[in-house]
């Protein structure tokens, strides 16, 4: 069974920092890449960050240097380290992976950045 979950969201102050941790099943974090997308109110999901099996990284200009994609492949874990978060960055955030030829994605999770 394919699963992805993900967990770490909530309400920040800007400036602040929060880790989203995404629980994938062994068989999506062994396919491939895994990678973490956004969607803010009326806007379309947007592209974040992306890791390879082997460690390769690529993020979206509006977070390099303060977002951080990492794999720990024993715990089955996809990280988002964020830092130095802005009101903009308020979005549901959600974790995909691919299996067998299926793009499979989490149920998201909520990061609202607000004073």
């Known amino acids: 069974q394919v699963q992805l979950v993900e967990s770490g969201g909530g309400l920040v102050q800007p400036g602040g920092s929060l880790r989203l941790s995404c629980a994938a099943s062994?068989?999506?974090?062994?396919?491939?890449?895994m990678g973490w997308y956004r969607q803010a109110p009326g806007k379309e999901r947007e592209l974040v960050a992306t890791i390879t099996r082997g460690g390769s990284t690529n993020y979206v200009d509006s977070v390099k240097g303060r977002f951080t994609i990492s794999r720990d492949n024993a715990k089955n874990t996809v990280y988002l380290q964020m830092n130095s978060l802005k009101p903009e960055d308020t979005a549901v955030y959600y974790c995909?992976?691919?299996?067998?030829?299926?793009?499979?994605w989490g149920q998201g999770t909520q990061v609202t950045v607000s004073s």
């Open positions: 062994r068989s999506v974090l062994s396919s491939g890449a």
């Open positions: 995909n992976g691919w299996y067998a030829g299926t793009l499979y």
